[in-house]
């Protein structure tokens, strides 16, 4: 992993036409931050780097999507945020429940350093380091590629996250929550152009293994050059 660490560092060298085009510089007027460095891998995964000095000694790492909700079809309702759980729930290199024991055997705290958002037109995943070094700067670099492309999906694992997600949504069900779903739900409705989007629903999918697959695997999901990964 060091060695994809040295190879995204040298693709800062690459010539600007192709990043600016791949991160849409060429068709906007508003003035690129010079202070970043923008680039796009061979895969087609775009980053953007920034040196950031507060807080001292720490490096901020994000790897988000530009699809979310909005692309799943009236038959994987959930789906999204459903993968977005199974990120952490077992890959090629990592088995499942080591992920999170990983981070926090380098001192970063679930929930606090590590996370993961979905929303109507992104997901996004969070990585807090609180050291600059090369060692965890490479962890954090090879667990954001098992998520992007080794995830296993484990029946097993996915019939347990059921029940997790269930749990979540119980313990945030409330008067203000269940008033902002339902103004999210209008607002996707005028999106979709469709009246009546179905209520958020996670955990009905009967054929729930072989949805993930197909969001995972070949749908619009993990297409890397919707991906990008910024790090400060």
Known sequence: MMRLLSALLALL??????????WG?????????????????????RYALRNNTTPRGAV???????????????????????????AFNGSRNVPEGEMVRLLERN?????????????VDQISYRLDLPRNTPELIDLSLMLMREIASELTLDPA?????????????????????????ADLNRAEELIRD??????????????????HWI???????YFLNQAYIQAA
Not at 107 to 119: R, W
Not at 215 to 221: E, N, S
Request: aromatic content about 10%; hydrophobic content about 45%; charged content about 20%.
């Open 60 to 86: 901020m790492v994000r790897m988000l999507f530009d699809v979310g909700s909005l692309a799943e079809a009236e038959d994987q309702r959930g789906l999204a945020h459903f993968l977005e759980h199974m």
């Open 25 to 45: 510089f060429a068709g906007s007027d508003h003035p690129v931050d010079p202070a970043v460095r923008f680039g796009v891998l061979p895969n087609g995964m």
């Open 194 to 211: 469709q009246p009546d989007v179905p209520e958020y629903d996670a955990t009905g999918h009967e054929t729930g293994t072989y949805q």
């Open 13 to 22: 060298a690459l010539a600007l036409p192709a990043a600016a085009q791949a």
């Open 157 to 181: 694992a996915v019939d347990r996250e059921r029940g997790v997600i269930a749990a979540e949504q119980l313990a945030r069900s409330g008067f203000q929550l269940d008033n902002a779903i």
């Open 107 to 119: 001192g970063l705290a679930f929930g606090a350093d590590t996370n993961a958002s979905t929303g």
């Open 215 to 221: 969001w995972y695997h070949i749908g619009l999901y």
